[in-house]
T-cell receptor
Framework: AQKVTQAQTEISVVEKEDVTLDCVYE???????LFWYKQPPSGELVFLIRRNSFDEQNEISGRYSWNFQKSTSSFNFTITASQVVDSAVYFC????????????FGTGTSLTVIP | GAVVSQHPSRVICKSGTSVKIECRSL??????MFWYRQFPKQSLMLMATSNEGSKATYEQGVEKDKFLINHASLTLSTLTVTSAHPEDSSFYIC?????????????FGDGTRLSIL
C-alpha cells in the first residue's frame, strides 16, 4: 500500500494566487517524520521542511506554510502569493522510526505558476 | 544547509559502456547514502541503500550486478552502471544522511542525466 499520497498530479495557478498542495500519509508507526522537497526544472531536490509526529504545530516560513493534522493523516503545504519561481515539482515524503532513514516519497505535484 | 555533490551532471555514451557516478557529502559525514532513479514526470524510485563499510541493500527488482554501488568512505559513494543499454537512460539522484536514525533529512545531489545511445 502506498504510504504517501499526493492526489494532485498537476496544478496551475496565476501569479499571486495562493495554492495548497495536499499530502496524505499512512503509517502504523507512532514515531515518524514528514518532509517536503522542491524539485525545480533543473532537477535537484531542495529540502523545505521536516516535521515529527509529536509536533502538530503549524509552521510558517515566509510565503510557505504547512498544516500538519494527525487526525486526518495529512501534511499540506500552502504557498501564499505564488511566484513564477515557485514552479516546480513538490514531493512529500515519510520516514518511519522503525525503518530508519528510508524515505517513502509521494508521486509529486507539478506546480506551474503562470505570470 | 548540507551540501551533496554529484558528478557528472550529464553523461551521453554508447551502448555497452560502463558509467560511474560519484556522490560526495561535502560538509558532513554520511553514514548512509541512497541512490534513486527517476523517470520523466515520475517520483523517485529507490534503487539501493548504501551504508559506509558494508554492502549496499538493493530494492526488489534492481540488479545488483548491473548497478554496482560502493560506499568506501563516509563522504563518497559511487554508482556504476555496467554495460549500459538504452533502457538504462534515466535521471539518477543520490542523497546522503548523517546517520541511520529515522527523521534525518536526506540531502540530495543535483542528479545525473544518463543517456545511452
Amino acid at each position: 500500500a502506498q504510504k504517501v499520497t499526493q492526489a494532485q498530479t498537476e496544478i496551475s495557478v496565476v501569479e499571486k494566487e495562493d495554492v495548497t498542495l495536499d499530502c496524505v500519509y499512512e503509517t502504523r508507526d507512532t514515531t515518524y517524520y514528514l518532509f517536503w522537497y522542491k524539485q525545480p526544472p533543473s532537477g535537484e531536490l531542495v529540502f523545505l521542511i521536516r516535521r515529527n509526529s509529536f509536533d502538530e504545530q503549524n509552521e510558517i516560513s515566509g510565503r510557505y506554510s504547512w498544516n500538519f493534522q494527525k487526525s486526518t493523516s495529512s501534511f499540506n503545504f500552502t504557498i501564499t502569493a505564488s511566484q513564477v519561481v515557485d514552479s516546480a515539482v513538490y514531493f512529500c515524503a515519510l520516514s518511519e522510526a522503525v525503518t530508519g532513514n528510508q524515505f517513502y516519497f509521494g508521486t509529486g505535484t507539478s506546480l506551474t505558476v503562470i505570470p | 544547509g548540507a551540501v551533496v555533490s554529484q558528478h557528472p551532471s550529464r553523461v551521453i555514451c554508447k551502448s555497452g559502456t560502463s558509467v560511474k557516478i560519484e556522490c560526495r557529502s561535502l560538509d558532513f559525514q554520511a553514514t548512509t547514502m541512497f541512490w534513486y532513479r527517476q523517470f520523466p514526470k515520475q517520483s523517485l524510485m529507490l534503487m539501493a541503500t548504501s551504508n559506509e563499510g558494508s554492502k549496499a541493500t538493493y530494492e526488489q527488482g534492481v540488479e545488483k550486478d548491473k548497478f554496482l554501488i560502493n560506499h568506501a568512505s563516509l563522504t563518497l559513494s559511487t554508482l556504476t552502471v555496467t554495460s549500459a543499454h538504452p533502457e538504462d537512460s534515466s535521471f539518477y539522484i543520490c542523497s546522503a544522511s548523517r546517520n541511520r536514525e529515522g527523521g534525518q533529512p536526506q540531502h540530495f545531489g543535483d542528479g545525473t542525466r544518463l543517456s545511452i545511445l
